[in-house]
């Protein structure tokens, strides 16, 4: 039925380095113009991990110039993702802090292992930093805003059970069934006539992507300002240091 399957691969925890991101873009370019594709379902590669989010290495003691490419690879993989004219399908087989939950928000529909560990959010609070305002957006739109005034103060992350219960996901299968539950729906979601599901979708997400497409240099100007502030520096470093002793 023309479903390709997009398997994050980037060990150990999938972190959104800027190649992972880039190749990621490249991918999806392919396949949006390889008409036999109509659907595209995304999951990961790494056990027990979707994706551990942005990665921070990329965001800590690097240069002004390495900031600004980085950022604008984030802008144009949600830009691509959310604006998407293929079905995508988040088969959700880990955990999914931050961006990688963000990139499961893109999606048309996402399911959910069944697995207490399995816990999804945005939780840039925590690290002391803040979500941007196109992630708050993408938040909103699928869970309401109260639900993400409150998850984004307190960087909340949802076991599988409460992400369904407040929207997150649209459903939560038992971990061997995520993939066949993502194929299923797919098939659902391409028996709907591509123009008109497309042109839907459009009108559902233009406007939000519109608010990013309009501001895209101001935005990475803000992330620059913001970013290099010997604060948030410190916060990112610390925040890596605990998850490297955890091991210790
Ligand atoms: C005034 C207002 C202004 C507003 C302006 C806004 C501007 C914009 C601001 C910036 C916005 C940034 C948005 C950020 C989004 C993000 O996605 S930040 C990333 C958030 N991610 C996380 O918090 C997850 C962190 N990781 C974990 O919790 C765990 O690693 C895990 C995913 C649960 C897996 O656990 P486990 O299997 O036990 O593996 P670990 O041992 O913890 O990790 C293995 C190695 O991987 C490294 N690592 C983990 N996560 C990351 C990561 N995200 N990036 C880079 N590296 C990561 C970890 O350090 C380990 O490394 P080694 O010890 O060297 O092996």
């Known amino acids: 039925m023309g479903v390709a399957v997009i398997k994050l691969k980037n060990p150990p925890v999938n972190s959104l380095s800027l190649e992972v991101l880039t190749e990621f ?8 113009n390889d008409k036999t594709f109509r659907g595209v379902i995304v999951t990961s590669d790494c056990p027990g991990i979707f994706s551990a989010g942005l990665d921070l290495t990329e965001m800590c003691g690097k240069s002004q110039a390495h900031y600004a490419e980085y950022w604008r690879a984030v802008q144009e993989l949600w830009l691509r993702l959310y604006l998407s004219n293929l079905v995508l ?26 697995n207490p560990k399995y816990n999804m959010g945005l939780n840039e609070t925590l690290l002391g930093i803040v979500a941007p305002s196109w992630f708050k957006d993408t938040l909103v739109n699928t869970v309401g805003h109260r639900t993400a005034e409150r998850a984004l103060q ?3 992350l949802f076991p599988p059970a409460e992400a369904l219960r407040v929207g997150m996901v649209d459903q939560v299968v038992p971990e061997d069934q995520v993939h066949s539950t993502a194929l ?18 459009n009108l559902m997400r233009k406007p939000t992507a519109d608010r990013l497409v309009k ?6 100007q803000y992330f620059l300002r913001f970013i290099s502030r010997d604060s948030i520096q410190k916060s990112l ?6 998850l490297r002793q955890k091991k210790g």
Do not use: F
């Open 237 to 242: 470093r610390v925040y890596l240091d605990k």
């Open 154 to 156: 307190l960087g909340l």
């Open 89 to 114: 399908i988040a088969a959700i087989n880990g955990v999914s802090p931050a961006g990688g939950c963000l990139m499961s928000l893109t999606c048309d529909y996402r399911v959910l292992a069944d």
């Open 25 to 32: 873009v490249i991918s999806l370019e392919k396949l949006e």
């Open 215 to 220: 501001q895209r240099d101001a935005d990475i």
């Open 184 to 201: 299923s729906v797919m098939a659902q979601w391409l028996a709907v006539p591509d123009h008109a599901r497309q042109l839907t979708k």
